[in-house]
């Protein structure tokens, strides 16, 4: 098995998000859970994507963590069709079937790789924002709030969108990641994408966090966007057609431009580069 290290929605090396990416060939069967599972420890990074290959332009991608496997990967789906387009297995102009436990999704091949996400949805459940805010404000800065609502919003993986007063606020939360997991347990979702609107040239700044799944901060997340992105129509901050800019990473020193784009038909694509950093061959089985 050939495995890839790839910074995804970057296009210089170490920015962005990291991924691991494995491919398995045309029709190859997939290897175990349990050897995906110690690959994807073993690499260490927040997802790990298998692709087996099943036509020229149609494969089934599998992302694990090191802790589970999980529907739904957007940075990790960037980092594997940026492989497949550098290692001449897809071209550019190329519409690619990207079969997944969330769902069959296009992605379209360019300069950018975008990724058609699941239907877009608010997830109704009751959310307790007081104890969402001391979750978040761990340090008892008192954070102002804005009069945005929190909504629970999901295009494949759901998270919960909090919106942030500024950027300044948004860089100085302390979640307490210990309160943040059992409150991700109790709702049954990710984590929290926090947004702090802006006019500096993207749509807004962003940080998402996820410690229920062993990931305390991520540089960049596809599928958290994309939930942004519905949520900011939902609130009617943008119409379709949209395009939207997201900075995210700035905490982590891992810089990540998230594209997302909201279709008149209501579909959300996400979108961005990616860079190769390293490859090699996994000499293990099973």
């Excluded at 957007?74 to 001449?88: D, M």
């Excluded at 943040?180 to 929290?192: F, K, N, P, Q, T």
Aim: charged share 20%; with cysteine.
């Amino acid at each position: 098995m050939r495995y890839y290290i790839v910074d995804a929605f970057t296009s210089d090396a170490f920015g962005g998000n990291p991924a691991g990416v494995v491919l398995l060939g045309m029709n190859s069967a997939f290897p175990s859970d349990k050897l995906m599972l110690q690959v994807a420890a073993e690499l260490r990074y927040s997802e790990t994507a298998f692709v087996q290959q099943n036509g020229p332009t149609e494969f089934t991608v599998r992302y694990f963590t090191p802790a589970s496997e999980v529907d739904l990967c957007g940075h990790a789906t960037i980092a594997t069709f940026g492989v497949l387009r550098q290692e001449g297995i897809i071209g550019d102009g190329d519409v690619c079937i990207n079969h997944t436990l969330a769902g069959d999704l296009e992605v379209h091949i360019g300069q950018q790789v975008m990724m058609q996400m699941a239907a877009a949805r608010r997830v109704d459940k009751p959310l307790d924002t007081d104890r969402l805010h001391k979750v978040m404000d761990s340090t008892s800065a008192v954070m102002q709030w804005p009069e945005l609502s929190v909504e629970i919003i999901s295009t494949g993986l759901p998270d919960i969108i909090m919106p942030m007063c500024s950027v300044e606020a948004l860089n100085a939360m302390r979640p307490d990641m210990d309160a943040l997991a059992e409150l991700s347990r109790d709702l049954d979702v990710v984590g929290v994408h926090a947004v702090a609107l802006t006019e500096d040239g993207y749509t807004g700044h962003v940080r998402n966090f996820g410690p229920l799944y062993g990931v305390p901060e991520e540089s960049a997340t596809g599928t958290a966007n994309a939930a942004l992105t519905h949520y900011l129509q939902r609130q009617g901050i943008i119409t379709a057609p949209a395009t939207c800019r997201f900075l995210q990473g700035e905490a982590m020193q891992r810089p990540s431009v998230v594209t997302t784009s909201l279709n008149n038909d209501g579909s959300i694509w996400v979108g961005g580069q990616c860079c190769i950093i390293a490859k090699g061959d996994l000499l293990v089985k099973g």
